[in-house]
């Protein structure tokens, strides 16, 4: 076949459009690259996965650990561990606190995290995502951003005793 002229000009004309096919052929796995797509790819796999607890205005890490994760908190859903999971995404680090671990009313939770970067803007956008993966029956009651920092403590202790005399002349 390989001194054949129609086979080899068939080779030559193929061999081309072949290898433009393997070079496209990266763009199909798209979600095994998650971290080299663009925030609009992002965009369309979080419409696509159905997840409206995704917030498109965040920052292109946060959506990519959000579209990470879809999958795993489309599982869990209406779970503490999905409310657990979404802190970690937005804000990094936190805890879920129950009603009944803290003294507050029945069905409600509180989220505590120490990010200190988190704003109230951040704050707005991610109850928004809360009340999409909690379950329907608990209501956030409130997020509580702790800030703990070492600090240098300084006391003294004045001790001042005195004795009153008084001095009578005896004439």
Known sequence: MSGNDDVQGMSSALSYQFQEIAAEIINVLIYSQIDKQPSEVLDILAWQFGADWYDSNAEIEIKRKAIKDVLYLARIRGTPEAVRRVI???????????????GGEPGYFRVVTTNTAATSEQAER??????????????????????????DIYTGVVLRMTDKLTLKQVT
């Open 88 to 102: 970690e995404i937005y804000f990094g680090d936190g805890r879920v606190e129950e009603w009944f671990d803290y």
């Open 126 to 151: 991610f109850a928004k995502a809360i009340n999409s993966v909690k379950r329907l029956s608990a209501w956030l009651e409130t997020i509580i951003i702790q800030s703990t920092d070492n600090m």
